[in-house]
């Protein structure tokens, strides 16, 4: 977190486990392998327990964690980075089917029209949601701040526009946790209602999940780029809670 940002997560009022059932046909979707586990791990399990159908999305390819390894290409480590998050969805007991990959460049995701892949990825996503008659999207804030979070947001912003029926939004947090500037937080004109979502009874397969992730909580699998990414005690320790944060949009 910035040490110059109070944030007011802890002060949202709390809805139980049972929430979950209220949103029906739920997709939930990831910028990178892991921030579904992170973000909205325990809500994917929750739903699970519900028998609630469940979609998931991975945007971009999660290539570029440990960019200058030579035992793994590029293509290389997007499988093992699907591999792994197909794991992390398995032990959330999410029964999902195929996920939608959309492998837009680790980084690059575009973020506007003007952006290649922005158009094309936008018509994927709307043609994948009206399939699987989404009543919920679930995905990253659209000021949490990681460049490939907030250009995700905007993709679902886009394909929910030329959709028929919206569907419900929820948007939950990652680097908001570590990074947040004042301005990434919610204001009055982003019509949005903040809550903690009691994950308490299933916290545990969220941290099979996180950990499921191996590539990014410890050394050992990109053994040959020993400065690319690794998630933090101090960022998964965010993570390990009963309650996870989210922001449901009032109007899409």
Not at 23 to 47: F, M, N, R, W
Not at 79 to 86: C, D, L
Not at 141 to 170: E, F, N, Y
């Amino acid at each position: 977190m910035s040490s110059e940002t109070a944030l007011p997560f802890s002060a949202y009022p709390i809805r139980e486990a049972g929430f979950v059932a209220s949103l029906g046909a739920t997709v939930v979707i990831a910028p990178h392998p892991d921030d579904e586990a992170l973000g909205c791990g325990g809500l994917l399990a929750l739903l699970h327990q519900t028998g609630t159908p469940v979609a998931a999305v991975l945007v971009s390819d999660g290539s570029m964690s440990h960019p200058a390894s030579e035992l793994f290409s590029g293509p290389a480590r997007r499988a093992v980075r699907e591999a792994e998050f197909r794991h992390a969805l398995t032990i959330l007991g999410a029964d999902v089917q195929e996920p939608l990959l959309l492998g837009l460049p680790d980084g690059q995701v575009p973020g506007s029209p003007e952006e290649p892949g922005f158009v094309a990825a936008v018509a994927q996503l709307r043609e994948f949601l009206e399939r699987q008659q989404a009543a919920t999207v679930v995905v990253s804030w659209r000021r949490d701040p990681h460049p490939d979070h907030r250009a995700t947001s905007r993709l679902v912003q886009a394909a929910l526009a030329g959709m028929a029926a919206a569907p419900r939004r929820l948007e939950y947090v990652v680097w908001a946790w570590e990074r947040a500037a004042p301005d990434d937080l919610p204001t009055d004109a982003d019509n949005v209602t903040g809550f903690r979502l009691d994950i308490g009874a299933v916290v545990v397969q969220k941290q099979r999940a996180i950990t499921a992730h191996r590539s990014q909580v410890a050394p050992g699998v990109f053994t040959d780029d020993p400065a690319g990414f690794l998630l933090s005690e101090e960022m998964l320790a965010h993570f390990s809670g009963p309650y996870e944060v989210f922001f449901e949009a009032l109007s899409v």
